[in-house]
Nanobody
Framework: QVQLVESGGGLVQAGGSLRLSCAAS????????MGWFRQAPGKEREFVAA????????YYADSVKGRFTISRDNAKNTVVLQMISLRPEHTAVYLC????????????????????WGQGTQVTVSS
């Protein structure tokens, strides 16, 4: 089992940047595929980005390609989402998630593969 705690959210102006971090407990962090999702008020939770166990494979929602970068440090049990050129439509609660097992990248965006979720961190982008 793994516990996830997100941090780094906040209020930023349009065009600004934020760096979200997810700290994971447990000694098997390196075996998990890690993902970031977001949920805006009144909307479904949607996939943002994911990274495989080694960090060698990443996968992004089309809407964030070129703006967001996911990375991980298995020695520190952390996964990071670097976000640039933020827009008001990026406002949401951003959640970190962990999936145990091996999946092909085209499955990384599926919520059902993620067994563990953090509480989320609020990102608000003002216009």
């Amino acid at each position: 089992q793994v516990q996830l705690v997100e941090s780094g959210g906040g209020l930023v102006q349009a065009g600004g940047s934020l760096r979200l971090s997810c700290a994971a407990s447990g000694r098997t962090f390196s075996s998990y595929t890690m993902g970031w999702f977001r949920q805006a008020p009144g909307k479904e939770r949607e996939f943002v980005a994911a990274i495989n166990w080694s960090g060698g494979v990443t996968y992004y929602a089309d809407s964030v390609k070129g703006r967001f970068t996911i990375s991980r440090d298995n020695a520190k049990n952390t996964v990071v989402l670097q976000m640039i050129s933020l827009r008001p439509e990026h406002t949401a609660v951003y959640l970190c998630a962990a999936a145990r097992g091996i999946y092909s990248p085209n499955n990384y965006g599926k919520r059902e593969i993620y067994a563990y979720w953090g509480q989320g961190t609020q990102v608000t982008v003002s216009s």
